[in-house]
């Protein structure tokens, strides 16, 4: 379900694809296309070609908010909404001969949107993990004595020092590590899992 609502947005811009390209008639630009699937000039939905358009252009508008709920970047959703504004504008306010070049551009900005979005998403790929996905549970391995004892790791803090309960060694991080678990535990502290710097 996650997937799913996470991809809104490609589902939405790929639908209004369709819709266009099936249309040739709504859209003449996409005529070549579809007389390259032999639909010539066929209108596959019929009358409610810019109903499905719209309803379409709405879905990725949706998409693209579930998307920056989840990596707070705004770049996505700044192209996004004026765009579909376009395609809105060029529809319902629009009266001249060239209405169905504000659609062409607002299709374009959001072809555009979405390759912000994916690049976001790539960027970010391990930065919008929730905890439940994050390993809380490490076991440390006292270098002095061997002695191993199950912890559970904090979220909040770092865990710089660390006593062993069999050799009372109080333990550091290694050079390199930001803590006890990233040197001396079987899972990393969860920054570090979550792809962010540990203090």
């Known amino acids: 379900m996650r997937n799913r609502a996470k991809n809104l947005s490609k589902w939405g811009i790929i639908g209004m694809l369709l819709v266009a390209i099936l249309s040739p008639c709504c859209f003449p630009i996409f005529a070549l296309a579809a007389s390259a699937l032999g639909l010539g000039s066929f209108e596959v939905f019929g009358g409610w070609t810019m109903w499905i358009f719209q309803i379409m252009v709405v879905v990725s508008l949706v998409g693209f908010f579930i998307s920056y709920r989840k990596h707070r970047c705004t770049y996505p959703l700044l192209i996004a909404v004026p765009s579909a504004l376009l395609i809105f504008y060029g529809y319902h306010f629009n009266d001249s001969k060239y209405w169905v070049y ?18 976001r998403h790539r960027l970010h790929g391990r930065c919008c993990e929730s905890e439940e996905e994050i390993e809380l549970h490490s076991t440390i391995t006292c270098p002095n004595c061997g002695h191993k004892k199950d912890e559970t790791m904090p979220t909040d803090a770092c865990s710089y020092f660390y006593e062993c309960e069999n050799c009372k060694t109080v333990l550091k991080p290694l050079a390199g590590d930001c803590c006890v678990y990233c040197s001396y535990g079987t899972v990393k502290c969860p920054p570090i899992q979550k792809g962010e710097s540990c203090c």
């Open 102 to 119: 504000f659609l062409y551009a607002g299709m374009i900005g959001l072809l555009v949107a979405t390759g912000v979005d994916y690049y």
